[in-house]
């Protein structure tokens, strides 16, 4: 069994196709042979209608590859269906081609099969000529060539006729549109279960340009997020370029995906004759570098490769263990184009409210006006935010909800902007739910399923969400109707958690309850619990249900407050605060809301606690006092406001009267840009230089939102707002800092600066940057989510002094890292500046400075970057400066081992619980 042996060892795939065929010099008769003779169409390149025309060609190369060691063939069918078929006018022939096709191959194989090697055939899908995730109308970016129900049926037609005849595993390959590949999965899975057979799906994927994009436009991050959840043997990459090439996206999947990786490259790049000039020998030396690292599990050639290729990759695959699967994912993994990875640094994932007919007033209007460009504005304002996560709603009677609930999620498909982010589908209407998602190449979220119709259609809905790879929001309701109580939250909760994990086959991490987040002080004593019961079932989900996820529209909570916005943000900003304590780590909220917890008076946060909490009596009448006080101070601020011309935010009076420190500081924690220029003008007439205010008052806002957001008071896309209210000011400053500069003075030094891989978080980064050309270094920076392999090109290239890696999240801890063992093994000795909220001294101590020859340092902030890099530069200084690191940095490792020996052992720890039933 092919399952079985790609565990033992390296398991080699046969070679292209089209290059052999070219071999045999065939004519356009040759194609037609006497069934096409008459057609009035060119068939001269319509490989597949060999398996018809002209088998004994077909079935000759299979031998050839078998003969040089191939373990698998694949079937010549890559456009064995009826879309690609029918340029030639041959749609009905289609399936007859994919069986034939199977057929050839599998006598093929029987004839080389032996007890102690046997041979597989791999049934070749291929993507077809079209796709499912960009227009082809330049004018109309919502328009299709053809439809997911369309692909899928043309899919499950071909796979039937591989099976038919004989294929041991499905291929689907050089995937450039995912969703055309989730309509391939799809159809291979359901075949598979109509027929009774389970074979190997293998999934090989194509990247359009060093970026490591597919042509739709993913990550490869974001595309395995996208296929994480569906019965996959394999994934890899084939086509598009040589080995060399390739080799930073094989270690990316190898790192990440939880199956076996295949790899079947081109014989190098193309010449400008698009020929392939690689040899078989030197590809194999390329091919080796896979194998030796522990890359693959399976080997293959794509374009231009031959059998003699083959023979070459086998001989060395002789010589090597195979990969080593990752287990799967412990934290959820949603993409648009790119990945979201839910872990615990995100804290919580605002969801985007504004894009729902039934809560936006002026979305409903676009929609209903067929105004999309200003439809698509709102969206982009609320990625732009913070938010993580769009929700698209088109639930109104006076709309035909499933048309546009598709023509606006193809429109945000041709929007890079918005689609970087994951979607919610939101509707009330099955139907409209299922077109969403047969729209959506990235991994999205269903808005809603419950037990309110009965566990039958709770168990199909599920059933649909998991054919489309997708996470689910789970409501608190059954047939008794909505979940109020703490005690009914967590009963349906535990009900829903079993069916869908035991019933369904559902991966926890895909499921995101929602307990129901219902108004409170509304007059009624029955609601003043509703709030407190819902972050207490929170807390109880997440203890009990291991794995899931909490969300709630947050909206709901403030209802009874309509009109008064101080106030129902404020009473968000409560509730955000205690229910992501207990857990909650999703929500629909307007991720341009103003007040953060920590901006709350306390005399009001108490009230507005005492209400959320439920804390005493009368805490609903206190909070409406609060409300009526708020209303009258922003009539009257309105009143006064338009008196003098213009309309001004209550908000924007008392904090504008303090010092110019003060409202910097403000200015950036609250993500406000308006007022930047003049105060920042204002501030520049006191501080003697530009580069003093960076480091000044706008270092400490920043430092403050960094102990807010650790601290639970801020959430990220609050943080993101402050990031970019941060580059706007640093924008102003910075013709004031360029004029600061020396004319003809010599460059102190030259700076390489880059986010690392998988990080998108570049605030920091660009204020060093900043720091440094105050300093006269000429800095070159790379951006955000930059791979280690360019970091080391651009190094060499441009013969930089210093390298600075920047990183937020946890993950970016592990990618510098391996950015480090990547510089060592180009052989550079660059000076390494390591900085970012999650780094730290002891890290690169432990971890960073053991694998990188030269000197690797922490910075604590952007202040010290410039003093280090000058010791560096000295040359009688950096001597010194290296030995005192090394001193350093050994003596934090021996406090860490001593520590460490110091722990006990889990089960001593275990034998010294406390007991509190023993007499």
Known sequence: MLEEIVKERLVVLDGAMGTMIQRYGLSESDFRGSRYAGSNVQMKGNNDMLNITKPEVIMDIHRQYLAAGADIITTNTFSSQRISQADYHLEADSAEMAYEGARIAKQSAEEYSTPSHPRYVCGSVGPTNKTCSMSPDVSDPSARDLSYDGLFEAYCEEVDALIRGGVDAIIIETVF???????????????????????????????????????????????????????????????????????????????????????????????????????????????????????????????????????????????????RVVPRSETLWLSGLELLNVTPEVRFVNVGERCN??????????????????????????????????????????????????????????????????????????????????????????????????????????????????????????????????????????????????????????IIFDPNILSVATGIAEHDSYALDFIRATGWIRKNLKGVHVSGGVSNLSFSFRGINYIREAMHAVFLYHAIEQGMDFGIVNPATK??????????????????????????????????????????????????????????????????????????????????????????????????????????????????????????????????????????????????????????????????????????????????????????????????????????????DLIGLSGLITPSLGEMVNVAEELQKAGLHIPLLIGGATTSELHVALKIAPVYDAPVIWTKDASQPPIIAARLMDAKQRKDYEEMLASRYEQLRQQYQEKQAKLMSLDQARGNKLNLFDD
Not at 359 to 385: C, N, W
Request: proline content about 4%.
């Open 177 to 323: 549109d995912t969703l055309n590949c989730k309509a391939a999965i799809d159809a291979s899975v359901q075949i598979m279960e109509k027929v009774g057979r389970k074979l190997p799906i293998m999934v090989s994927v194509t990247i359009s340009d060093l970026a490591g994009r597919t042509l739709s436009g993913q990550t490869l991050e974001a595309f395995l997020a996208s296929i994480a959840d569906y019965p996959i043997f394999s994934v890899g990459l084939n086509c598009s370029f040589g080995a060399p090439q390739m080799l930073p996206y094989l270690r990316t999947l190898a790192a990440r995906a939880p199956f076996y990786i295949s790899v079947y490259p081109n014989a190098g790049l193309p010449n400008a004759m698009g020929q392939y000039d690689e040899t078989a020998e030197q590809m194999a030396g390329e091919m080796e570098i896979f194998m030796k690292e522990g890359l693959v599990n399976i080997v293959g050639g794509c374009c231009g490769t031959t059998p003699e290729f083959i023979h070459a990759f086998a001989e060395k695959a002789k010589n090597y263990q195979p990969h």
């Open 357 to 510: 007919v039934a809560g936006s007033r002026k979305f409903l209007r676009l929609i209903e006006q067929k105004q999309y460009t200003e439809a698509l504005e709102i969206a982009r304002k609320q990625v732009e935010d913070g938010a993580l996560v769009i929700d698209i709603n088109m639930d109104d009677g006076l709309l035909d909800a499933k048309a546009e609930m598709v023509k606006f999620l193809n429109l945000i498909a041709s929007d890079p902007d918005i689609a970087r982010v994951p979607v919610m589908i939101d509707s009330s209407d099955w139907e409209v739910i299922m077109a969403g998602l047969k729209c959506m190449q990235g991994k999205c979220i269903v808005n809603s399923i419950s037990l309110k119709e009965g566990e039958s259609t709770f168990i199909s809905h599920a059933k649909d969400v998991k054919r489309f790879g997708a996470a689910v929001v789970v409501m608190c309701f059954d047939e008794q109707g909505q979940a109020t109580s703490y005690e009914r939250k967590i009963e349906i909760a535990a009900r829903a958690y079993r069916i869908l994990v035991e019933k369904v086959g559902m991966d926890p991490l895909d």
């Open 595 to 800: 007040v953060t917890y920590a901006d709350i008076p306390a005399d009001e946060l108490s009230v507005i606690e005492d209400v959320i909490l439920n804390r005493r009596q009368g805490a609903s009448e206190d909070l409406v006092e609060l409300a009526e006080k708020k209303r009258a101070e922003q009539e009257a601020a309105k009143l006064a406001a338009s008196q003098g011309g213009k309309t001004v935010a209550v908000s924007d009076e008392a904090w504008r009267k303090e010092s110019v420190e003060s409202r910097l500081g403000y200015a950036l924690r609250k993500g406000i840009g308006k007022y930047l220029d003049a105060d920042l003008h204002e501030a520049l007439e006191t501080y003697p230089h530009a580069v003093d205010i960076i480091e000044g008052p706008l270092m400490d806002g920043m430092n403050e939102v960094g102990t807010l957001f650790g601290a639970g008071k801020m959430f990220l896309p609050q943080v993101v707002k402050t990031a970019r209210t941060m580059k706007q000011a640093v924008a102003i400053l910075q013709p004031y800092i360029e004029a600061e500069k020396k004319e003809g003075a010599a460059t102190a030094g030259r700076v390489l600066l880059a986010t690392v891989k998988g990080d998108v978080h570049d605030i920091g980064k660009n204020i060093v940057g900043v720091v440094f050309s105050c300093n006269n270094y000429e800095v070159i920076d790379l951006g955000v989510m930059v791979p280690a392999e360019q970091i080391v090109a651009k190094a060499r290239q441009l013969h930089v």
